[in-house]
């Protein structure tokens, strides 16, 4: 079992649907993260959360909408998005956010795909 | 914004070769961090490295965080079929590991 898990895997909605993203970590880990994977381009960070608060927003357009009710779930809320939004987006977590040797530890991400 | 300038962008070699590839800056990090991905799952920390000059090796894998914090190779030696994939460098200014920057990656394909 991975340590970091996303759900679903693959994803296809129109721009007027709402969907979200799960994903749950079983690392005992304190800080979460969601970070989006386009073609050719580098990973980007969008979110990251410290004990369920957030504590970064990377400039992200108010259609995706973050949800960290406890350190080890964390959701992406989509509304009305846009097809150059279709990418991979992965869930990570770490110990913490503050400290040495606490590297990222990535799920397997979901596929999304805007119609 | 900050970027890392990966290279190469890709690689094709023989099973048996030794690869190597880097990642630079034009500014200080306190850590380095590679990264592989194969097709269809997420990341998966290879190396990390939080000193300037460590060098680190994990198995085939040798990595170094270079001196002038503003550089990181990774080498891999005697490659394998299973060593296919994209490699990342990520850098993080702070001591914050999870407010990564990462670098455009290595699509790395290995012939047998």
């Known amino acids: 079992e991975t340590g970091v898990t996303q759900t679903p895997r693959h994803l296809v909605m129109g721009m007027t649907n709402k969907k979200s993203l799960k994903c749950e970590q079983h690392l005992g880990h304190n800080a979460m993260y969601w970070y989006k994977q386009s073609a050719k381009k580098p990973l980007e960070l969008m979110f990251v959360y410290n004990f369920k608060e957030q504590t970064e927003n990377n400039s992200v357009p108010s259609r995706f909408s973050p949800e960290c009710p406890n350190s080890s779930h964390l959701f992406l809320h989509l509304h009305t998005l846009q097809p150059e939004d279709s990418a991979l987006y992965l869930c990570?977590?770490?110990?913490?956010?503050?400290?040495?040797?606490?590297?990222?530890?990535f799920g397997n991400g979901t596929r999304l795909t805007v119609t | 914004g900050q970027q890392l300038n990966q290279s190469p962008q890709s690689m094709f070699i023989q099973e048996g070769e030794d690869v190597s590839m880097n990642c630079t800056s034009s500014s200080i990090f306190n850590t380095w961090l590679w990264y592989k991905q194969e097709p269809g799952e997420g990341p998966v920390l290879l190396i990390a490295?939080?000193?300037?000059?460590e060098l680190t090796s994990n198995g085939r894998l040798t990595a170094q965080f270079g001196i002038t914090r503003k550089d990181s190779f990774l080498n891999i030696s005697a490659s394998i079929p299973s060593d296919v994939g994209i490699y990342f460098c990520a850098g993080s200014r702070s001591s914050n590991t999870g407010k990564l920057i990462f670098g455009q990656g290595t699509t790395l394909q290995v012939k047998p």
């Open positions: 990570a977590s770490s110990q913490d956010t503050g400290g040495f040797n606490s590297p990222l530890h």
């Open positions: 490295l939080y000193k300037a000059g």
